[in-house]
Structures are given as structure tokens and as C-alpha cells.
T-cell receptor
Framework: LAKTTQPISMDSYEGQEVNITCSHNNIATNDYITWYQQFPSQGPRFIIQGYKTKVTNEVASLFIPADRKSSTLSLPRVSLSDTAVYYCLVGPYTGFQKLVFGTGTRLLVSP | ETGVTQTPRHLVMGMTNKKSLKCEQHLGHNAMYWYKQSAKKPLELMFVYNFKEQTENNSVPSRFSPECPNSSHLFLHLHTLQPEDSALYLC????????????FGPGTRLTVL
């Protein structure tokens, strides 16, 4: 399984755009990149998933370069409620090969 | 609400007790998971069931015993636990494989005295 590396923590202010980068140098051809958000004492929540180029939904964008060895989760105009831990996961879409959540990135948004 | 419910939300038990955690999903998913999250640690996948069949058991001690009677229900039976088993236990479900969007329940906060 592809190992991922993310910053341990990031700080931002309300209204700013936040970009969290995840490195996954040994990503496999059939691996997808998925991001989850987790608030304290709650289960993670799916944010976005992509395979290549750019994916956008109502809450975030995911940028994946051509070599797919990294990806960037972009949160536009963050608010205090975006303070959470963000996990980058890399693995195949099907099967159950023990997708690993890792330690994630703790984002703190201040007023 | 994610469509995945867990009961109880909080549980305190002694090391000699036997208790069970329950998870139910109303999403029509085929796969269900148990995760453990200890304080300030990443989520650890414990068990995976796909179409009621266990597909993964990640070296979990036998004092944790899962049961999946149907695709909508998942149990985690607990007996003779240790204090280090105190954690947040999360249930999740997905339509198919683990790479598919997983929907998590609110978790059960377990304290072992």
C-alpha cells in the first residue's frame, strides 16, 4: 500500500484558502486518493476523492499532478468550523487491503 | 446523520465484564468495518465484513469478537478487556471496497477500569 506523508499541523485564519499537500511517492496505477475530515470524538467524514488532474465538489478541490506522487486538498475560504484533522488515504477503490488513515493534518482556523 | 448508528455512545466497564457494541447502517451497504481510535493515535482498522463474511482481521486480540448477522448489523463483543483498550470505537460502512466512500458512525467511547 502507498505510504502517505502529510504535515502534522497547519494554522490559518477565517476567510483564507488552505492547501494541504500529501505525498505518496509509491502510488500504484490503480490507487485512488481520498481525503477525510475528522472532528474530535466523531467519525471521519469523506470530503473528496480523485484519480488524476482536478476534482471539485461543493466543499473542496483536489489537485493531482500528472505523476500522481502528491496531491493537494484545497479548502476555499475556511471558517472556524473547518478546524479538524484531515486525512489523506491512497489505495485501490475495490477490495479490502487495509487502507491506512495515518496521523493526518491538524488544521486550526483562528478568527 | 450519516446513516450509521452506534450504541451505546459511552460505555464504562470493568476488566471482568462482558459487553457488546452495536452498529447499524441504513444505507444498503455491503461492507462494514470496526475501527479503534486511541487518544492522539490514528485510526486502526480492526475488522472488515463484506456481504456478512469477515475479510480482514488485523491481528486483533481474541478478547474482541466481531459478529455480523446480516449486512445491516455489526457487533463487537468485548470480554476481559484491559485498560489500554479504552478508546473510541468507530463503525463504518461502504457500498463496496474500502476505497469507496466510508460512512462512519458517531462511535462508542469505551473506558475500561
Amino acid at each position: 500500500l502507498a505510504k502517505t506523508t502529510q504535515p502534522i499541523s497547519m494554522d490559518s485564519y477565517e476567510g483564507q484558502e488552505v492547501n494541504i499537500t500529501c505525498s505518496h511517492n509509491n502510488i500504484a496505477t490503480n490507487d485512488y486518493i481520498t481525503w477525510y475530515q475528522q472532528f474530535p470524538s466523531q467519525g471521519p467524514r469523506f470530503i473528496i476523492q480523485g484519480y488524476k488532474t482536478k476534482v471539485t465538489n461543493e466543499v473542496a478541490s483536489l489537485f493531482i499532478p500528472a505523476d500522481r506522487k502528491s496531491s493537494t486538498l484545497s479548502l476555499p475560504r475556511v471558517s472556524l468550523s473547518d478546524t479538524a484533522v484531515y486525512y489523506c488515504l491512497v489505495g485501490p477503490y475495490t477490495g479490502f487491503q487495509k487502507l491506512v488513515f495515518g496521523t493526518g493534518t491538524r488544521l486550526l482556523v483562528s478568527p | 446523520e450519516t446513516g450509521v448508528t452506534q450504541t451505546p455512545r459511552h460505555l464504562v466497564m470493568g476488566m471482568t465484564n462482558k459487553k457488546s457494541l452495536k452498529c447499524e447502517q441504513h444505507l444498503g451497504h455491503n461492507a462494514m468495518y470496526w475501527y479503534k481510535q486511541s487518544a492522539k493515535k490514528p485510526l486502526e482498522l480492526m475488522f472488515v465484513y463484506n456481504f456478512k463474511e469477515q475479510t480482514e482481521n488485523n491481528s486483533v486480540p481474541s478478547r474482541f469478537s466481531p459478529e455480523c448477522p446480516n449486512s445491516s448489523h455489526l457487533f463487537l463483543h468485548l470480554h476481559t478487556l484491559q485498560p489500554e483498550d479504552s478508546a473510541l470505537y468507530l463503525c463504518a460502512s461502504s457500498r463496496s471496497g474500502q476505497g469507496d466512500e466510508q460512512f462512519f458512525g458517531p462511535g462508542t467511547r469505551l473506558t475500561v477500569l
